[in-house]
């Protein structure tokens, strides 16, 4: 329930505010001065507040000013007392959303406190819009700049591979056993190399959905080939397990390469926080057939600190995440809803045994066929999942 935060040093006054409040199905806290309301303001994070202007010691006007220094969209209304114009125009010029007289109108109270909502959920939307267009302006930056640095690599390194054949051929080299296999060894480097910089530039210049009949593991095997050397910097334990011969998906394979990528992320990023890179992690894609054949099973099975109880359902919500301040933007999860959905499969979470959990997606065999609220399908998954 929302809550609303009333401050007045009339007892009476600010327990009657509060019983009329929560009629209205409000959570309400009261205060008697500036000190506890700045106490119970910063512990609860209360939307609304009604504050009384006139308080012994620090009045209103200055419990608004620190109101707003804590939580900028907290709405607070300041009560005065009949002539009081002068503070009530001061109060809104420190942000107050509105200013009340004594005697309170109560119905008409509540009826600007549901408009101090609505504004607040106005505010709300158009923040997530503008962040929304800051990520996918930074997307784009990202993928311009994979694009062309993975096109400027190219060439340099189309020269090196030319100049270390040349080097192997030369007869100072075949003579020298322990030499040329040194040499080798940075060959074999440089062609993975070359393999990365050729898969960057493909991923980076296939932004649009771009339908076709795929194998569902090369952007799994793709995805984890990126990411594997980043992986084993970390002391994770990483590898993959795909079934072999599924049949082909209709898919979008750089967009299935997206939701894999953010699986991986946060599966590292879940086992550095238990592990902290001291060994223990492991981290496993796979693939498998469902078991009615309706479709194929994507996932990604990891040892790392457990989704917290509560947050099951928000996992695929934009811009939620579990993540420190600056370690993630709640996106991933959520665009990757959106590919899966789009491919009609089902994209979720489960709790495995030996305290590992598994990310997953499906994707159906017939592309017209919606795998979301099939029941069918969802026991299928649930006969798979258990035998993990």
């Known amino acids: 329930m929302a809550k609303i935060l009333v401050v007045d040093d009339e007892k009476i006054i600010r327990e009657r505010m509060k019983s009329l409040l929560e009629l209205e199905d409000y959570t309400v806290f009261i205060a008697a001065n500036g000190l506890e309301t700045l106490e119970i303001f910063s512990r609860e994070h209360p939307e609304i507040a009604i504050v009384d202007v006139k308080m012994p010691g620090m009045d209103g006007i200055e419990v608004l000013g620190r109101m707003k220094v804590l939580d900028p969209d907290c709405e607070v209304f300041i009560v005065t ?29 509540t009826l600007n406190i549901k408009r101090a909502f609505e504004r607040q959920k106005m505010h709300e939307q158009l923040k997530s819009q503008q962040a929304q267009i ?11 700049l994979g694009a062309g640095v993975a096109h400027e690599m190219n060439q340099p ?16 080299i075949s003579e020298n056993g322990d030499l040329k296999e040194k040499l080798i060894k940075l060959k074999d480097q440089l062609v993975r190399l070359g393999t990365i910089v050729k898969r960057m530039h493909e991923y980076a ?17 793709d995805g984890f080939f990126l990411f594997r050397q980043q992986l084993e910097d970390r002391n994770i334990r990483a590898k993959v397990d795909l079934e072999e011969n599924l049949p082909k998906i209709y898919m979008d394979r750089y967009q299935v390469q997206d939701v894999i990528i ?34 194929v099973l994507i996932g990604l099975i ?40 789009n491919h009609n499969g089902v994209i979720s979470f489960a709790p495995l045994k030996n305290d590992r959990k598994i990310f997953y997606f499906t994707l159906p065999f017939d592309k017209d066929k919606p795998m979301a609220g099939d029941s069918e399908v969802a026991e299928q998954v649930k006969a798979l999942i258990e035998t993990l």
Do not use: C, W
């Open 262 to 295: 953010n699986f991986i992320v946060n599966a590292r990023d879940a086992l550095e926080e238990r592990y902290h890179q001291d060994g223990g992690s492991e981290l496993t894609l796979i693939t498998r057939k469902l078991p009615g054949e309706s479709g």
């Open 134 to 144: 800051v990520q996918a302006a930074k997307l784009t930056a990202v993928g311009q």
């Open 157 to 172: 390194l189309m020269a090196i591979s030319a100049y270390m054949e040349s080097v192997l051929l030369h007869k100072a």
């Open 81 to 109: 007392g009949h002539g009081g114009v002068e503070t009530a125009v001061q109060a809104l010029h420190k942000g107050a959303f509105d200013y009340v007289t004594k005697p309170i109108e109560f119905d008409e109270l």
């Open 205 to 221: 210049g296939n932004r649009h959905a771009q339908m076709s009949i795929e194998d569902v593991n090369r952007p799994v095997q």
């Open 302 to 341: 990891d040892n790392g600190i457990a989704v917290k109880a509560g947050t099951e359902q928000d996992l695929f919500n934009p811009f939620f995440t579990t993540k420190a301040p600056g370690k993630g933007t709640g996106l991933g999860l959520s665009v990757s809803y959106g590919i899966i959905k």
